[in-house]
């Protein structure tokens, strides 16, 4: 309460807050010079190849998991859940948020502007009775946002007009943060990082330019006029120079010779320097550099551990998304009963013979019926609820008929055992016996 009369004062005085944003988004757009002398922006980020995979990686895994809409409800006592699929909300997150994208197209987008900003936008149209119609996305480089009287603004700029939407009608998705109401660029903070990548990518691109050789000088035994000597650069470099040339002899007249100058790219570790830039831009995303294309440490015994790692990093992109989802599109009230989540299990496939055997493993404790393992390979339930029956490991009876025979047994069981005791207690009687008249006989012989 006195927080927002403290900011109303404030707007009165100094005008709205400015919270964020458009301000560092378009600076990064426009580039930042860093000290490898390259300036990083959006586009020359994209370009590197490490880069783009990340981004890739992140925001289709995003796209490609089913995103449901769940209910939860109580019934006979027991948790139940189910997919709400009569809920408006439901076929906006699964199937189309708008008539001009898919869920996948949609998500794409939208996960690849919050890794890339930091902030992913897009605004929330309802119909007349509030329902949610539509989700349009908003480029994040165009929004910034303000605080008024104590409320969060949208500012959208289209076409140099700026537009103001509430904060219930903007779904905003935020990145890593410090700040809390805007995300932070993951890109714009390593930018050092992105720089030296890509200096070292287009140091090698200009060294294979010039046909895989450094470049030097012409020595001429005879003073020459500055004409002459650029006549004579052009027309070596024109001859001699990009990866078509390479290799070419070359002649030089009067005496001329030539001299390479340069360091060479094995003294300088050319290579080892672009392999560990990828482990770099891997590290900023918190892929496993296998997901990036870096197989360098991948290996049979390992490989299936990375893709656990893989899916740990995947978790908070979900979470962010799930849980804005939750409170920004569902009312208080819906929030008791309804819920938006992904099906993340796909991301945990392994190679047919392990899925088989955690199948194997499920169905035989109990967990799992024939029925629900055909579900999750999307097949079609077996016909007269053949399928439905749930086994435990006791020769794969159903587990009614075993509680019904063990009432029935028990007396039984129970007899049987007192008569094995009582077997048991006359057997160690008999041998008791015969050891003690083993031991008389031993001594009748000694005294004798």
């Known amino acids: 309460m006195f927080a927002n009369i403290r900011r109303a004062i404030r707007a009165a005085f ?20 860093t000290q490898a002398g390259l300036t990083v922006d959006t586009e020359t980020a994209l ?3 490490a880069v783009l995979a990340a981004v890739r990686c992140i925001s289709e895994t995003v796209a490609m998991l089913p995103l449901h809409l769940y209910r939860r409800s109580i019934e006979a006592g027991k948790k139940h859940i189910e997919h709400a699929v ?42 007349r009775f509030g329902n949610i119609k539509s989700l349009w996305p908003i480029w994040s480089r165009n929004v910034r946002m303000e605080r008024v009287n104590g409320s969060v603004v949208y500012w959208i700029s289209i076409n140099g007009i700026e537009t103001a939407l509430s904060a219930e009608q903007v779904f905003h998705v935020r990145g890593f943060t410090w700040h809390g109401l805007v995300g932070q660029s993951l890109l714009d903070m390593a930018r050092e990082t992105v720089g030296t990548a890509i200096s070292a990518d287009r140091f090698a691109a200009r060294f294979f330019a010039n046909g895989a050789r450094p470049g030097g000088m012409i020595e001429h035994p005879r003073r020459m006029s500055e004409a002459a000597a650029r006549s004579l650069r052009e027309s070596f470099e024109s001859l001699h120079k990009g990866l078509g040339n390479s290799h070419r002899v070359a002649i030089l007249e009067e005496g001329a010779k030539f001299t390479p100058v340069g360091v060479d790219p094995d003294a300088a570790q050319l290579l080892e320097a672009r392999q560990y830039s990828i482990t770099d831009i891997a590290r900023i995303f918190r892929l496993p550099p296998h997901k990036i294309g870096d197989l360098s440490r991948a290996t049979f015994s390992n490989i299936e551990h990375q893709a656990i790692e893989f899916s740990e990093a995947m978790q908070p992109w979900f979470k962010r998304i799930e849980q804005r989802i939750n409170i920004q ?17 796909g991301l945990l496939r392994t190679d047919i013979k392990t899925q088989g055997e955690f199948y194997r493993i499920m169905r035989d404790i109990g967990a799992f019926s024939a029925n629900d393992i055909r579900d999750l390979e999307n097949m079609n339930p077996l016909p007269d609820d053949q399928g439905d029956i749930y086994l435990v490991p006791f020769n794969y009876m159903p587990a009614s008929a075993l509680i019904g025979a063990a009432s029935k047994s028990d007396l039984a069981q129970e ?16 041998e008791k016996k015969k050891s003690i008249g083993a031991e008389c006989c031993e001594k009748n012989i000694a005294g004798a």
């Open 415 to 430: 007899m049987n055992t007192d008569t094995r005791m009582g077997a048991l207690v006359l057997e160690a009687r008999a």
């Open 14 to 33: 100094y005008g709205p807050e400015s919270i964020t944003s458009a301000a560092s988004a378009w600076l990064f757009s426009a580039g930042v010079e």
């Open 329 to 345: 599109l569902l009312t208080p009230a819906e929030r008791k009963s309804y819920f938006a989540e992904f099906q993340v299990k």
């Open 47 to 49: 370009g590197y190849s």
């Open 86 to 127: 009569d809920h408006p909300l439901y076929a906006l997150l699964h199937d189309a948020p708008n008539p001009e994208q898919t869920s996948y197209e949609f998500r794409e987008a939208f996960v690849a502007s919050l890794i890339v900003y930091g902030n992913a936008y897009a605004e929330i149209v309802r119909d």
